[in-house]
Structure formats: structure tokens, C-alpha cells
């Protein structure tokens, strides 16, 4: 099976999509965007070996290329439209793109967008980029630089599933809804939608809390007392690990795809009200301050973090 035929198989079928003027096929997409709305563009790389290990089942491949993508946009405040996806595989393996485009599918079907184009070659490595585009009303969006003195930080659903089910792959007795948060992160991309205008600042998590709110205050340049008794963990987490694991893993863990977001005490009441309309989970694990940098304590004694977060060439 060469490149053209692999990619009118695998990739060409379902590019229907609202404002997808030309999709796969030609030498570029067209896109309308809507009057009055900003495009946010978003990509996102899956290396096998280092972001997942390589015997990953290859619907989840693809689903959490798109997914990690969608998570980002969700950090963004924004509504996912188009996606384009380059693929480096090492070989045209028929069974193995069956799954990873029903699982790729799977994740654009839940989500409302479409494949628009891409670039498909032969490597060493199996490598996936998916470039993602979504919009927003025109000047609406979240960043990570508005968080202020005094706001409450929250976090949604739970934080540490993801880390733990990943270092228990493949063997999964008892670990499969941990398996599950690694395998098919959910972006909480309603989540960050409603947040738009309310939220003073939003990070997604996918290098740990620790990191991920580093640079929403880093960017924000103030900094912020965690309680770390707080932090959401779950029962299935809290039934594999001690309560001191689990917080290492909430804190340095990653892959959580959780959404980290800050508001004044003034829209904490609105906040709680739009969680419990959209059936999301959140929870308030501190606040930010004047002093620079990130104080963490667990019932009352200064805990120190072992470890920053995942960093590429470190
Ligand atoms: P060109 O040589 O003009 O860059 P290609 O031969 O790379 O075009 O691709 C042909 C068409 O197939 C283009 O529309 C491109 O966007 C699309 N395409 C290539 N690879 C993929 C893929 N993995 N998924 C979706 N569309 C793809
Ligand atoms: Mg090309």
C-alpha cells in the first residue's frame, strides 16, 4: 500500500465538517471562518517511546493525539473545529491504521470536528502531529497571564489517575478506569468554554500541577499557597498508592489533560454553579498571592515537590 492509497483508505472519509470548504485532497484545506470569531491554532506532537510507550494499542494512539490537542483548546477557552494530522510511520501496517483511525475517529466524532488534510511519510519512528484549529468569539479567549493576588485556584476532575495507570501498563488487574485516564484523556473542553469571560487565567495539565501552574504564574508574575489535603485524588488512585504517592503523582505526574484555572472570590459562587450545570467535577486547592512563586503545604507542614514536571533535552 503506498501513500495515496493509505491515505484515501484511512484518512479521506470523513472530512465533512461545518465551514470545511475544501478537505482532503487538494494541496491545502480551505476553512470559513465565521464573522466576529478569532481562530486559535494549537499543535501537538506524540512520539512513541517517549509519549506513550510503544506497545500503546493503536486506537488510543490515535485517540490521544486528538485528545491532548482538544485539551489544549479547552485551556484556550475555545470551540475545536479542524484538525490536519502528520504521521511518520515505519511501516503501512493495514490492521494497525484500521485501529488507530477508528480510534482517531472516535475522539473527532465526540468532539464535533473534522480531519481537513495532513502529510503522511515513511520513518524510523512512529511519530504523530496533530495541528488543531478552533475559534472563539472575537477577543474571548482564556491565557495564562491574567491571574491576580487573592484568586482562587481550582482544578478539575482528579489529578494523578493518568501517571499512575500509564506505570502500571499493560498489566491492568484492578487499574483499568487509571489505564483509562492515560489511555483516553477527556478534555474538559465545555469546561474551559464556560470559563471564558469568569476564569482570570487557565493552564491544561499535561506536565503535572506542579509545573502547568508554574507558568500560569510565572506568566501571571505572582504566585500561590496550595493546600495540598485538597488536591482531588481518586478512590481508584488512592486504592493503588499511599496517600503520599498519590500527591506526588497529582503534583509531578502529567498527562492528567485537567484543566488548572484561577477566578476571584467574587465569581467563585458562578463557577461552582456552571461545574454542577455541566456535570464537572472542580475543586479549590488554593490561592493565588502577592509573593512570587509556589508555597505547597499538606495538613499544615511545608512540603517540598521532588520533581518539576517532564522536560524535553533535560
Ligand atoms: P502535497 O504533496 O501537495 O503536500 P500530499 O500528497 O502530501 O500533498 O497529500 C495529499 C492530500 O492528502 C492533501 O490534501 C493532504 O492534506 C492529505 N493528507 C496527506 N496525509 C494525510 C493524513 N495523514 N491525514 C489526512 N489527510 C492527509
Ligand atoms: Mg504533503
Known amino acids: 500500500m503506498h501513500e495515496f492509497e493509505l491515505i484515501e483508505r484511512y484518512f479521506t472519509h470523513k472530512t465533512a465538517g461545518a ?42 494512539i ?30 503501512a501496517d493495514p490492521a494497525w491504521l484500521e485501529e488507530f483511525a477508528g480510534g482517531l475517529f472516535d475522539a473527532a466524532r465526540e468532539s464535533s470536528v473534522a480531519l481537513v488534510g495532513g502529510d503522511t511519510t515513511s520513518g524510523s519512528q512512529l511519530v504523530i502531529s496533530v495541528q488543531l484549529l478552533g475559534d472563539v468569539v472575537a477577543g474571548a479567549f482564556l491565557t495564562r497571564s491574567g491571574c491576580q493576588p487573592e484568586d482562587r485556584i481550582y482544578v478539575s476532575g482528579t489529578l494523578g489517575d493518568a501517571a499512575a495507570g500509564l506505570a502500571r501498563l499493560p498489566q491492568e488487574a484492578g487499574t483499568q478506569r487509571l489505564a ?13 468554554q464556560a470559563l471564558v469571560g469568569i476564569a482570570t ?57 485537567e484543566l488548572v ?33 509556589l508555597r505547597l503545604t499538606h495538613r499544615g507542614t511545608p512540603y517540598t515537590a521532588q520533581s518539576d514536571g517532564y522536560r524535553h533535552f533535560s
Not at 237 to 244: D, R, V, Y
Open 19 to 60: 465551514g470545511v470548504i475544501l478537505g482532503v485532497g487538494d494541496d491545502g484545506a480551505v476553512l470559513r471562518v465565521s464573522p466576529g470569531r478569532d481562530l486559535v491554532a494549537v499543535v501537538d506532537t506524540l512520539v512513541a517511546g517517549v509519549h506513550f510507550p510503544q506497545g500503546l494499542a493503536a486506537a488510543d
Open 62 to 91: 490515535g485517540y490521544r493525539a486528538l485528545a491532548v490537542n482538544l485539551s489544549d483548546i479547552a485551556a484556550m477557552g475555545g470551540v475545536p473545529r479542524w484538525f490536519t494530522l502528520a504521521l511518520t510511520l515505519p511501516a
Open 180 to 192: 483509562q485516564r492515560f489511555r483516553r484523556p477527556t478534555a474538559r473542553v465545555r469546561l474551559g
Open 201 to 257: 487565567a487557565a493552564i491544561d495539565v499535561s506536565d503535572g500541577l506542579h509545573a502547568d501552574l508554574n507558568h500560569v504564574l510565572r506568566a501571571s508574575n505572582c504566585g500561590a499557597s496550595l493546600q495540598l489535603e485538597r488536591l482531588p485524588l481518586s478512590a481508584e488512585l488512592l486504592a493503588q498508592c499511599s496517600e503520599a504517592e498519590a500527591v506526588q503523582l497529582a503534583l509531578s505526574g502529567g498527562d492528567d489533560y
Open 261 to 293: 484555572f484561577c477566578v476571584s472570590a467574587a465569581q467563585e459562587a458562578r463557577v461552582q454553579q456552571i461545574a454542577h450545570d455541566l456535570g464537572e467535577q472542580i475543586t479549590c486547592i488554593g490561592n493565588a498571592e502577592h509573593e512570587q512563586g
